[in-house]
Every structure is written in structure tokens, then in C-alpha cells.
């Protein structure tokens, strides 16, 4: 159940963060500051959710963080067209490769 908690805090914070890209284009409608307070709320209660059901905080939190990274950067790139280049795919497969690391290190 903790992944789920996990997976859902990485989405809700995604979300969050991409309204706050939408409220902060110029003209941009009051309606998406409330999906980045809901957002953000809402991925800290699953965030806790997470670490009340067992998860590290080391692992939980580098997950959270790095998949969201990673997931805003490609959202980002789809919906808003910014650049995502060599280096920036190469940043996120390290994140992917650290990612794995907190992992397979969390088993030992």
C-alpha cells in the first residue's frame, strides 16, 4: 500500500507544480492557484500516508523527488514545449539510475 501512497504523492505534486506553471503565465486564471494548494496539500498527506505505512523516509523521499523531477521535466516538454535536451535526458536517467541505487541500498 505504501507504493500506492508513494505513486500518488509523486502525481499530486507533479499536478501541483504544473498549475503553479499555469498560474504564473501572464494573464494566467486564479483557478489554477487552487490546484496548487489542493496539489501540493494533498501530496504531502499521501507523502505521510507513505511514511506511515512503513516506507524509509530516505527512500520514500528520494523517490518522490527524483520521479518528480523527472516527470515534471517530461510533462513540461509535452504540455509547454520547453526544451529538453541531451543533457537534461541524460540528467534523468542518472536520476533513474539514483533512484535504483536508494533502492536496491534500502534492501541490504
Not at 496548487?36 to 501530496?43: D, I, K, N, R, S
Not at 510533462?75 to 541531451?86: H, M, N
Amino acid at each position: 500500500m505504501s507504493w500506492i501512497f508513494l505513486a500518488c504523492a509523486i502525481l499530486t505534486e507533479v499536478a501541483a507544480t504544473l498549475s503553479l506553471r499555469m498560474a504564473s503565465q501572464p494573464g494566467g486564471a486564479k483557478a489554477w492557484w487552487a490546484g496548487v494548494g489542493a496539489g501540493y496539500v494533498a501530496a504531502f498527506g499521501f507523502l505521510t500516508l507513505t511514511l506511515s505505512s512503513g516506507l524509509a523516509l530516505g527512500v520514500a523521499y528520494g523517490i518522490w523527488a527524483a520521479v518528480g523531477v523527472a516527470l515534471t521535466a517530461l510533462a513540461s516538454r509535452v504540455l509547454f514545449k520547453e526544451p529538453l535536451t541531451t543533457v537534461m535526458v541524460l540528467g534523468i536517467v542518472l536520476i533513474a539510475a539514483g533512484v535504483l541505487c536508494i533502492e536496491l541500498g534500502a534492501a541490504h
